[in-house]
């Protein structure tokens, strides 16, 4: 799923200015094929300019209408992430209202068209395009609000994460700064950032783990557990994909103890809140006292990888079960 091939939603006077330049020009193209009397030509120059509005219009507002996605029909990770940084309510009545405006317009042009073909009346033939155009002007001001909603969502949700439904995926969580994103470069052929600081990774780094015919997602999900509603955005991004996306979650230990091995425990059991299978990987065990480790391994009772080769093989042998 990605978002980033959204339609850019203009101004409510783009649409309207690009839509009678277009009128326009066809007005001239009518100009120089229109025969007959002078109420005929003024009629068919008239018509031609009142459907270029209407299929310039319509076809940019229906642009929007098929770009975006329909909100209900979304995976339950966009659903949730469209309600946590969006108003969900007033995403959908913005669409609902470029929606009402589409309708609005074919049913101007369908009732103008019908008048123009239909008068005698040279003076008419005028006050019936200014007409028409004044409503239609008037139809696309009154989402104007709208738009700028939805050019605000699209903006926001071209910022979502592109995450694969339907595959085997498995969360890294764990504290900041203790090898998440290092273990998902080792687990993938993925290049993301990796720096001796906290905090380095700022959106969820994403990799595929491929081995013989099985392609496995690996998701790094950065920052703490928190109550929700406290979460930055990376924060709740990272809890509903570990929530609505994982197979699997590995958490990882540093015993070089960076933070306190207790809070790292703590973190471990608020994990296992999501009832998901969950591997343990330890870092950094290559600058570690052995002992340290093996008492660590031998002490936990799940299953403890100090491998990525190793924690690599058990994903996929999970994931084919
Ligand atoms: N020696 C050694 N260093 C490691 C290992 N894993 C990570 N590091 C180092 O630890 C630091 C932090 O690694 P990252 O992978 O960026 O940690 P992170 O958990 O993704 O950090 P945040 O994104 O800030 O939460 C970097 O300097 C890494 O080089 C490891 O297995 N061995
Ligand atoms: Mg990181």
């Not at 009397?37 to 003024?42: C, G, I």
């Not at 469209?82 to 913005?94: A, F, G, N």
């Not at 939805?150 to 700064?177: D, H, W």
């Not at 013989?212 to 790094?220: G, K, T």
């Amino acid at each position: 799923m990605n978002f980033q091939g959204l339609t850019k939603v203009e101004t409510a006077d783009w649409y309207i200015n690009v839509a009678f330049r277009a009128a326009t020009k066809k007005a001239g193209i009518a100009r120089g094929a229109s025969s007959g009397t002078r109420l005929d030509k003024s009629k068919s120059i008239e018509c031609a300019k009142l459907a270029e509005l209407h299929t310039v219009l319509r076809k940019h507002l229906m642009q929007i209408l098929l770009s975006f996605p329909s909100i209900d029909g979304l995976p339950e990770f966009y659903q949730q992430l469209v309600r946590t940084t969006l108003e969900y309510d007033q995403l959908k009545k913005s669409l609902g209202a470029v929606n009402w405006a589409v309708d609005k317009i074919d049913m101007l042009h369908r009732d103008y068209m019908r008048d123009l073909t239909k008068t005698r009346d040279l003076t008419r033939v005028n006050a019936l395009r200014k007409e028409y155009y004044g409503r239609v002007s008037s139809v696309v001001k009154t989402i104007k609000e709208q738009l700028a909603y939805l050019e605000n969502s699209r903006k926001v949700m071209k910022e979502f994460p592109s995450i694969k439904q339907n595959v085997f995926t498995v969360c890294i969580a764990g504290f900041p700064n203790i090898g998440k994103t290092t273990l998902l470069s080792k687990l993938t052929a993925s290049k993301p950032e990796i720096a001796a600081y906290a905090f380095t990774t700022k959106r969820l780094n994403i990799g595929y783990l491929k081995s013989d015919h099985v392609r496995i997602q690996v998701i790094d999900t950065p920052g703490a557990l928190n109550r929700f509603e406290k979460m930055n955005a990376i924060e709740q991004q990272a809890y509903l994909a570990i929530k609505y996306c994982a197979d699997i979650v590995v958490y990882i230990f540093d015993l070089g103890e960076p933070f306190p091995l207790a809070h790292q425990k703590r973190l471990f059991a608020e994990l296992q809140r999501f009832h998901k299978p969950m591997l343990v990987y330890l870092s950094k065990t290559d600058i570690l006292d052995k002992k340290l480790v093996a008492g660590f391994v031998a002490k936990f009772k799940e299953n403890v990888f100090t491998s990525p080769d190793s924690l690599a093989s058990e994903i996929v042998k999970r994931s084919r079960e």
